[in-house]
């Protein structure tokens, strides 16, 4: 069984509709058991538990929200515990051209230290799933993508 951990931050409802939909993008790779966690519900245990983590918050100021770069930065206690797990990311934003970018690349850079293996993609979207406020049904296609992408990987990989 791979298990398949999105943890995500909220205040308008866009990004937890975004979770949601990389949750059953997940849920659709057999032998997968999806949790979606809210960030202030999320523990560190959680993150350990898991075969791959799927990160997601809106961006403020070109970044990550306060509450996501909190909890990201208290894995510094659980350093070396997520190596080898798959990883990836999504955002909304306010407009275009707000950071949706930099804060993908934010939340990947801390998967990376953590050693963890990033789940990328090739033709569009490269570093994750971006929504312009409320995502459209193309932006909620891109999160499901992404978690049964990750899904396939961490599976592949014995994870």
Same mark, same amino acid.
Request: aromatic share 6%; charged share 25%; glycine share 10%.
């Given at each position: 069984?791979? /298990?398949?951990?999105?943890?995500?931050?909220?205040? !308008?409802?866009?990004?937890?509709?975004?979770?949601?939909?990389?949750?059953?993008? $997940?849920? *659709? =790779?057999?032998?997968?058991? =999806?949790?979606?966690?809210?960030?202030?519900?999320?523990?560190? *245990?959680?993150?350990?538990?898991?075969?791959?983590?799927?990160?997601?918050?809106?961006?403020?100021?070109?970044?990550?929200?306060? /509450?996501?770069?909190?909890?990201?930065?208290? !894995?510094?206690?659980?350093?070396?515990?997520?190596?080898?797990? =798959?990883?990836?990311?999504?955002?909304?934003?306010?407009?275009? $051209?707000?950071?949706?970018? !930099?804060?993908?690349?934010?939340?990947?850079?801390?998967?990376?230290?953590?050693?963890?293996?990033? *789940?990328?993609?090739?033709?569009?979207?490269?570093?994750?799933?971006?929504?312009?406020?409320?995502?459209?049904?193309?932006?909620?296609?891109?999160?499901?993508?992404?978690?049964?992408?990750?899904?396939?990987?961490?599976?592949?990989?014995?994870?």
């Amino acid at each position: 069984m791979t /298990k398949v951990l999105v943890v995500y931050d909220s205040s !308008t409802g866009n990004t937890e509709k975004m979770a949601n939909a990389v949750a059953d993008g $997940a849920k *659709q =790779v057999k032998a997968t058991e =999806v949790a979606v966690l809210k960030v202030g519900k999320a523990k560190l *245990q959680d993150l350990i538990d898991s075969d791959a983590i799927i990160l997601g918050s809106p961006t403020y100021y070109g970044n990550m929200s306060g /509450k996501m770069k909190s909890f990201i930065d208290r !894995t510094n206690s659980i350093h070396g515990k997520l190596k080898g797990k =798959v990883g990836g990311a999504f955002t909304s934003s306010g407009d275009t $051209a707000c950071g949706a970018e !930099t804060t993908l690349l934010a939340m990947l850079e801390a998967m990376l230290i953590n050693g963890m293996i990033i *789940q990328g993609r090739y033709d569009n979207k490269h570093y994750g799933p971006t929504a312009v406020e409320a995502p459209n049904k193309k932006e909620i296609e891109s999160c499901k993508e992404l978690g049964k992408r990750v899904a396939y990987l961490a599976a592949a990989l014995g994870k």
